[in-house]
Antibody, heavy 119, light 112 residues
Framework: EVQLLESGGGLVQPGGSLRLSCAAS????????MNWVRQVPGRGLEWVSD????????FYADSVKGRFTISRDNSKNTLYLQMNSLRVEDTAVYYC????????????WGQGTLVTVSS | DVVMTQTPLSLSVTPGQPASISCKSS???????????LYWYLQRPGQPPQLLIY???KRLSGVPDRFSGSGSGTDFTLKISRVEAEDAGLYYC?????????FGQGTKLEIK
């Protein structure tokens, strides 16, 4: 059974940092493109970042470029999102998602972890 | 960036009746590889999104056949042939022909 378990969310002050993790199991993590997608409570979905299986191809939304860093450790079956210079508008539930084809086909999602940026 | 526009933003449907959601993209989603990168996701209340349809019309394994996707180029439609109570939630289309991946605003389906 495929499982994606996010952790690392919490309350942080503006300008602070947080690192999210997504522990994967039930599939060949090292062969799968992975993504982060976020959702402001009560709002729509916003794609955040994508990383290919080897970690050599990475893409970001303009809203997080230069502040967030996606990475992965295939030996630990874990996806990460390092978030620096956090802003109030980064407050959201962050989901990790497995991409079946590498083309945005998010066939499995985690339950999400809430990040709250507030003073 | 590609802009994705969904209509309507909300609809209320009686169980057993059909439902239809439109999604229009500002650019063609037809790739040179011949595939069209348009997806449909459903987010039930309190749950993460789940994939329903990929590449316009392909149902993910396990998705009921009352869900169907159609369209080409820039105009796409998700249809539910006979709505059931469990279909309530937010429906999103998403393009992935290019980065950034862009979701539509979402369409809220309410069951009467």
């Amino acid at each position: 059974e495929v499982q994606l378990l996010e952790s690392g969310g919490g309350l942080v002050q503006p300008g602070g940092s947080l690192r999210l993790s997504c522990a994967a199991s039930g599939f060949t993590f090292s062969s799968s493109d992975m993504n982060w997608v976020r959702q402001v409570p009560g709002r729509g979905l916003e794609w955040v970042s994508d990383i290919n299986p080897a970690g050599g191809n990475i893409f970001y939304a303009d809203s997080v470029k230069g502040r967030f860093t996606i990475s992965r450790d295939n030996s630990k079956n874990t996806l990460y999102l390092q978030m620096n210079s956090l802003r109030v508008e980064d407050t959201a539930v962050y989901y990790c998602a497995k991409d079946l084809t590498g083309w945005g086909c998010f066939d499995y999602w985690g339950q999400g972890t809430l990040v709250t940026v507030s003073s | 960036d590609v802009v994705m526009t969904q209509t309507p933003l909300s609809l209320s449907v009686t169980p057993g009746q059909p439902a239809s959601i439109s999604c229009k993209s500002s650019q063609s989603l037809l790739h040179s590889d011949g595939k069209t990168y348009l997806y449909w996701y459903l987010q039930r209340p309190g749950q993460p999104p789940q994939l329903l349809i990929y590449e316009v019309s392909k149902r993910l394994s396990g998705v009921p056949d009352r869900f169907s996707g159609s369209g080409s180029g820039t105009d796409f439609t998700l249809k539910i042939s006979r709505v059931e109570a469990e279909d309530a939630g937010l429906y999103y289309c998403m393009q992935s022909i290019q980065f950034p991946r862009i979701f539509g605003q979402g369409t809220k389906l309410e069951i009467k």
